[in-house]
Nanobody
């Protein structure tokens, strides 16, 4: 069983920055590839970014490339999403996800609202 807990969301003005965190339970975090998704009202869920186990490979949706950075700290069982130059269209609930031992695990999400 893996538990994922996101934090760091909030209200930010356009052009601002936020750093999301996702902390995982257990002692095998370093083996997990991790993903950040977002889901905005009326839109399909979108894969935002992913990072391999060890952090050597990252990928981003075109919509966030150059503005968002995914990283991880295996010593803290954490994955981060640094978001900069935020736009109103980045408003969504952000979730972290992993797949381990034949199951997928999701956090409960953290709300990000970009508005003036």
């Amino acid at each position: 069983q893996v538990q994922l807990v996101e934090s760091g969301g909030g209200l930010v003005q356009p052009g601002g920055s936020l750093r999301l965190s996702c902390v995982a339970s257990g002692s095998t975090f370093r083996y997990y590839a991790m993903r950040w998704y977002r889901h905005a009202p009326g839109k399909e869920r979108e894969l935002v970014a992913d990072i391999s186990s060890g952090g050597g490979s990252t990928n981003y949706a075109d919509s966030v490339k150059g503005r968002f950075t995914i990283s991880r700290d295996d010593g803290k069982n954490a994955v981060y999403l640094q978001m900069s130059s935020l736009k109103p269209e980045d408003t969504a609930v952000y979730y972290c996800r992993t797949f381990w031992s034949g199951r997928e695990y999701w956090g409960r999400g953290t709300q990000v609202t970009v508005s003036s």
